[in-house]
Nanobody, 120 residues
Framework: QVQLVDSGGGLVQAGGSLRLSCAAS????????MGWYRQAPGKQRELVAN???????NYADSVKGRFTASRDNAKNMVYLQMNSLKPEDTAIYYC??????????????WGQGTQVTVSS
């Protein structure tokens, strides 16, 4: 059974930092592209950052230069270092694991989410 457990959220003042973690189990972690998404109240879930199996990263324009995604395949962990946080970064953050399959729907798993609140 695949499980993704998000942690590390909390309340922080604007300009502060947080580090989110996601522990994955029940899958061959190194085969999956990993992502961080967020959903603010009244808004759709959006991609924040992803990191491919090969370690290549991609970021939303709104977080470029402030957030850094990383992964540790030996520990089945993915991280999101968030610096210079802004009130508009307030959202529930979700870890995602995806493995594309030729001719089939991809394997797609989600963490339970962790709340990040940035006060002004």
């Amino acid at each position: 059974q695949v499980q993704l457990v998000d942690s590390g959220g909390g309340l922080v003042q604007a300009g502060g930092s947080l580090r989110l973690s996601c522990a994955a189990s029940g899958l061959i972690f190194s085969f999956y592209d990993m992502g961080w998404y967020r959903q603010a109240p009244g808004k759709q879930r959006e991609l924040v950052a992803n990191i491919t199996r090969g370690g290549r990263t991609n970021y939303a324009d709104s977080v470029k230069g402030r957030f850094t995604a990383s992964r540790d395949n030996a520990k089945n962990m993915v991280y999101l270092q968030m610096n210079s946080l802004k009130p508009e970064d307030t959202a529930i953050y979700y870890c995602n694991a995806m493995k594309f399959r030729i001719g089939h729907d991809p394997y797609n798993y989600w963490g339970q989410g962790t709340q990040v609140t940035v006060s002004s």
